[in-house]
């Protein structure tokens, strides 16, 4: 019995489980690769730790303002923020756009939080899959450097930022688009042609 329990939970977890495991491979390769990384991105060094200090900063105040009646991601991409996640009214989610707006450096906030329960955990699980399978595809297309579109998916709707040329913008869309189970594909991209 104890067996077959513990069968069921390896394989439940094996996603995670996996994903640690690339985490930490991508941690050990991090001292090479962050290097590279940054260098094939096209914000400056230092527009890429302003938007690290924007997420930072504006989670912060939302912890603090708002505790765990809400669940807000904070993502800054060229000091363009984009907030996801659930709120339980439309007050409360305008209340957070603004304190993100405050926030030094902000330059414009897509305020995407819908209005409802707390998502569960399967939910953001299964976000974090469609994720991982929109930037697995972005890899095998070859159409455009991966680390030009960041990917963020939340209720099964795949939001699109970064800085592209229209064409690179069309094909990451057709890409998400295209993927098994993603609902929607929203664009926040700035264009750079």
């Known amino acids: 019995m104890l067996n077959r329990n513990l069968k069921w939970l390896l394989i439940l977890l094996f996603p995670f489980i996996s994903g640690c495991a690339v985490l930490v491979a991508a941690g050990v390769v991090s001292g090479v690769g962050a290097g590279a990384a940054v260098s094939q991105d096209r914000r400056t060094s230092g527009m890429f730790v302003e938007d690290e200090g924007i997420e930072f900063k504006s989670g912060r105040r939302i912890s603090e303002k708002m505790g765990g009646d809400v669940n807000v991601n904070v993502t800054s991409f060229n000091r363009?923020?984009?907030?996801?996640?659930?709120?339980?009214?439309?007050?409360?989610?305008?209340?957070?756009?603004?304190?993100?707006?405050?926030?030094?450096?902000?330059?414009?906030?897509?305020?995407?939080?819908?209005?409802?329960?707390?998502?569960?955990?399967?939910?953001?699980?299964?976000?974090?899959?469609?994720?991982?399978?929109?930037?697995?595809?972005?890899?095998?297309?070859?159409?455009?450097?991966?680390?030009?579109?960041?990917?963020?998916?939340?209720?099964?709707?795949?939001?699109?930022?970064?800085?592209?040329?229209?064409?690179?913008?069309?094909?990451?869309?057709?890409?998400?688009?295209?993927?098994?189970?993603?609902?929607?594909?929203?664009?926040?991209?700035?264009?750079?042609?």
């Open 80 to 193: 363009n923020v984009l907030l996801t996640g659930e709120a339980p009214t439309e007050g409360l989610k305008k209340e957070i756009g603004k304190l993100v707006t405050g926030v030094e450096n902000v330059r414009k906030v897509t305020n995407e939080i819908a209005i409802g329960d707390v998502s569960s955990f399967a939910s953001r699980s299964n976000d974090a899959l469609l994720t991982s399978k929109v930037k697995a595809r972005f890899l095998d297309s070859g159409e455009f450097q991966v680390n030009h579109v960041k990917v963020v998916t939340e209720d099964a709707v795949v939001y699109l930022l970064g800085l592209v040329k229209v064409r690179e913008g069309d094909s990451a869309v057709n890409i998400a688009r295209s993927t098994s189970g993603v609902r929607k594909v929203v664009k926040v991209f700035e264009y750079l042609d």
